[in-house]
Nanobody, 119 residues
């Protein structure tokens, strides 16, 4: 069974940094693309903030461009989201998810990890 588990969230001051991890089990991630999403307390949907393809191509939403980075370690089956210069509006629960390739057809959501940025 394919599972994703996010970790690394926490409470940080404005301007601080966090690195989130998405540990994947049940499948080798090397040929899959991933996205990091977030859902704010008032949000009805999960917004896509960053993606990484199997070929290491990346995309970012305008709201995080220049502050967030995304990377992957295929040997360890982990996808990372590096978040720098955090702002209160980044406060959300962050999720990762398969978006392309093996594992994406029946991808499920993990538990997410809470990020809270204090002003």
């Amino acid at each position: 069974q394919v599972q994703v588990v996010e970790s690394g969230g926490g409470l940080v001051q404005t301007g601080g940094s966090l690195r989130l991890s998405c540990a994947v089990s049940g499948i080798n991630i090397a040929f899959s693309g991933f996205g990091w999403y977030r859902q704010t307390p008032a949000g009805k949907e999960r917004d896509l903030v960053a993606t990484i393809s199997s070929g290491l191509g990346t995309t970012f939403s305008d709201s995080v461009k220049g502050r967030f980075g995304i990377s992957r370690d295929n040997d360890r089956n982990i996808v990372y989201l590096q978040m720098n210069d955090l702002k209160p509006e980044d406060t959300a629960v962050y999720y990762c998810r398969f978006i392309t390739g093996p594992g994406s057809a029946d991808a499920s959501w993990g538990p997410g990890t809470q990020v809270t940025v204090a002003s």
